[in-house]
Antibody
Framework: QVQLVESGGGVVQPGGSLRLSCAAS????????MHWVRQAPGKGLEWVAF????????YYADSVKGRFTISRDNSQNTLYLQMNSLRAEDTAVYYC??????????WGQGTLVTVSS | QTVVTQEPSFSVSPGGTVTLTCGLS?????????PSWYQQTPGQAPRTLIY???TRSSGVPDRFSGTILGNKAALTITGAQADDESVYYC??????????FGGGTKLTVL
C-alpha cells in the first residue's frame, strides 16, 4: 500500500534553515509528481510546492517562492523540501502528498516545523 | 490574488443532508478547475474524498457526492453520521501547476 513518511521537522530560529524529507513506498515513485502542503497550528491547509515526476519542473506558492526548494531523489524514492530564511509564519505541520491527475490522492502523516527564538 | 471561499462552519442533524460549497473570490468554478474535496479530523492527515468534481476516491461511501452548483463546486453529504464531524477542504487547480485550498468548513453533526 502507498506510504509517505515525512521527517526532518523540529525547532529552528528565525532566519534559519531546515530540510524535510518524505520517504515514499508502495507505488512507482518515479512516475508521479509530488506536493508539499502545510498547516499552521489551528489554521487551514496551504499548498506549498509541486514537483514533476522527473524533477524537471518545480512550482511554488508565492508565500515561499525564493526561500523554499522542492527536490526529489528518484533513486531513493524520496522527496525533499529545503526551507531557508525561515519565518515565524512558516511554523506548521508539513505534509507530503502524491499527485494523481489534478488532485492529492495520498498523504503522509506530517512533520512539525516550529520557527521560534 | 485568487481566494477560494468556503463556509466557515455548518451544522447538520444526524441522518440529515448538507451541501458545502467552494467558490472563487472572482469568477465561477467549473469542472476545468478540477475541484477536489478532503476531510480532516483533529490531529490527522487529510483524507481524499472527491476529485475531478464528482469522482469518489477509493473506499469513500456513496453518501458523499460532488457536483457544480451554479458558480460553485459543492460537496453533499446525505445521511450524515456522527463521524462525519470534521473539517472539509476544497482545492481548486488554477492552471500553470498552481493549486489553492479553501479555508475549510467545520461541520458539526448534532
Amino acid at each position: 500500500q502507498v506510504q509517505l513518511v515525512e521527517s526532518g521537522g523540529g525547532v529552528v530560529q528565525p532566519g534559519g534553515s531546515l530540510r524535510l524529507s518524505c520517504a515514499a513506498s508502495g507505488f512507482t515513485f518515479t512516475t508521479y509528481g509530488m506536493h508539499w502542503v502545510r498547516q499552521a497550528p489551528g489554521k487551514g491547509l496551504e499548498w506549498v510546492a509541486f514537483i514533476r515526476y522527473d524533477g524537471s519542473k518545480k512550482y511554488y506558492a508565492d508565500s515561499v517562492k525564493g526561500r523554499f526548494t522542492i527536490s526529489r531523489d528518484n533513486s531513493q524514492n524520496t522527496l525533499y523540501l529545503q526551507m531557508n530564511s525561515l519565518r515565524a509564519e512558516d511554523t506548521a505541520v508539513y505534509y507530503c502528498a502524491k499527485v494523481s491527475g489534478y488532485h492529492f490522492d495520498y498523504w503522509g502523516q506530517g512533520t512539525l516545523v516550529t520557527v521560534s527564538s | 490574488q485568487t481566494v477560494v471561499t468556503q463556509e466557515p462552519s455548518f451544522s447538520v442533524s444526524p441522518g440529515g443532508t448538507v451541501t458545502l460549497t467552494c467558490g472563487l473570490s472572482s469568477g465561477s468554478v467549473s469542472t476545468g478547475f478540477y475541484p477536489s474535496w478532503y476531510q480532516q479530523t483533529p490531529g490527522q492527515a487529510p483524507r481524499t474524498l472527491i476529485y475531478s468534481t464528482n469522482t469518489r476516491s477509493s473506499g469513500v461511501p456513496d453518501r458523499f457526492s460532488g457536483t457544480i452548483l451554479g458558480n460553485k463546486a459543492a460537496l453533499t453529504i446525505t445521511g450524515a453520521q456522527a463521524d462525519d464531524e470534521s473539517v472539509y477542504y476544497c482545492v481548486l487547480y488554477l492552471g500553470s501547476f498552481i493549486w489553492v485550498f479553501g479555508g475549510g468548513t467545520k461541520l458539526t453533526v448534532l
